[in-house]
C-alpha cells in the first residue's frame, strides 16, 4: 500500500512516498536560504518558491520510489494521496493542497487530510524502507511538540486521539530561539545557531534566566517574558560585548528555555502517571535538549522516542504519509473533488474532518 504525501505547510516543498510506517522515498526542497535573508519566512515568496518546485519534487520522489521498488512508478500506482491542510502559512498550504487534489482527480485516488503537528508527532515511529527502527505504539503516550510554531504537550490514548495538555500561550520554543539569535544580530533560524554557540561555551547557565510559568499547576509555557530578560540583559553592550560574551547569553538562554521544557515535561508525566514519552518538531534535534530529556526518562524508568533520522525532526513529508496512514485506519479519507480548505490555525483537539 502506497501513499504519496505532500507538505507545503511552510518554507520546506516536500513529497513523500510511504508504505504504512516505512519510507520509500522522501525528497525535500529547503527554502532556508531565500528567506534567511529576510530574518524570516515571507509567505509570498514561499507560496512562489512551493508552486515553482512542487512538480518537479513530485517527479523525482517518484523516480526514486522506483528505484527503490525495481520498477517504474508514477502517481497512478499510488493508493492514496496524502496531504497537510494545517497549521501553517494559509497561501502556502495551498499549493499543496492544490497539487494533491490535482493528482487525486487526475488518477481516481481518494485524499487523506492531515495535521502538521499529527506529523511532528507520528515522525518517531518512522521506519526506513527496510522496517527500522521497530519501535512498538504503547498507548497511553505523551508527545511533546517543540518547532518554530508550536510547543505543546499532547496525551495519546490511541491513534490520532489527541488531548493538548498544555501549549505555550504566546512564543513557541523554537520562536523564542529564532528571537534571541536575532536580537543580538545573529541569522535565521536561530535554534541550530544558539545550539552551537552554546556547545562552545559547554552548555552553561551563566546568567539564570526565569524558567517561566514553572510556578503555575498547569502544563502551559510561556517564552516571551524570557526573551524579555534577553533583550534587557544585551542591549546595553556594545557590538564588540556582543560578539564576544553572545555564547555565554545563549547558553544561558537555551538552559533556561529547555529546562522550562524538562520540568514542564515532567509534570505532564507524573500527573498522568505515563513512562513513554515522544519529541517532535525542528527544536527536537537539539543535542543538549536530547540530554536533558533522556536524563530525565531515566530518571523516571521510562522510555523516550525522537525522530529515528535527522530530516524527519524538521519538516518533511514522510511524518505526513505515516500520520495518513493510521488516519486510513480510522477510515479518514475525502474525495478528490470534496472542498479541502486550508486551515492556517488547525489545532489538534479540532481536526475539522474527524470529530
Ligand atoms: O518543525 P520545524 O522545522 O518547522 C515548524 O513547523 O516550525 O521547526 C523549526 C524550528 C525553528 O525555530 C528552528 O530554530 C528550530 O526549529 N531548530 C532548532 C535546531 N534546528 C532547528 N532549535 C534548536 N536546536 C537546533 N539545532
Ligand atoms: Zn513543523
Known sequence: MLILSIDTSADETSVAITSERRVISHVEYTQIKTHS??????????????????????????????????????????????????????????VGIIKAQELARKYGKKIIPVNHMEGHIYSSFAQNSNGAPERAFHFPFLALLVSGGHTELVLLTDHIHYQILGQT?????????????????????????????????????????PRPMLRSKDLNFSFSGLKTAF???????????????????????????????????DKALEQTDIKTLTVGGGVAINKRLRELLRNLLKKKRGTVYFPPY???????????????????????TIEADQTLDRVPRLSLEKDLIIR
Request: charged share 25%; proline share 3%; aromatic share 10%.
Open 37 to 94: 535573508q529576510w530574518g524570516g519566512i515571507v509567505p509570498s515568496i514561499a507560496k512562489r518558491a512551493h508552486a515553482e518546485r512542487i512538480d518537479y519534487v513530485v517527479e523525482k520522489v517518484l523516480k526514486q520510489a522506483g528505484k527503490q521498488v525495481n520498477r517504474p512508478l508514477t502517481a497512478a500506482d499510488m493508493d492514496y494521496i496524502a496531504v497537510t491542510y494545517g497549521p501553517g502559512l494559509a497561501i502556502a498550504l495551498e
Open 169 to 209: 500561550v504566546d512564543d513557541a520554543a523554537g520562536e523564542a530561539l529564532d528571537k534571541a539569535a536575532k536580537m543580538l544580530g545573529f541569522g535565521y533560524p536561530g535554534g541550530p545557531i544558539i545550539e552551537r554557540l552554546a556547545e562552545e561555551s559547554a552548555n552553561k547557565d551563566y546568567h539564570r534566566f
Open 231 to 265: 533583550l534587557y540583559g544585551t542591549n546595553k553592550m556594545n557590538d564588540q560585548e556582543k560578539a564576544s560574551k553572545s555564547r555565554m547569553y545563549f547558553s544561558s538562554f537555551q538552559e533556561a528555555v529547555f529546562d522550562t521544557l524538562v520540568k514542564k515535561t
Open 310 to 332: 535527522k530530516y524527519l525532526t524538521g519538516d518533511n513529508a514522510a511524518m505526513i504519509g505515516i500520520a495518513a496512514y493510521y488516519k486510513l485506519q480510522k477510515g479518514i
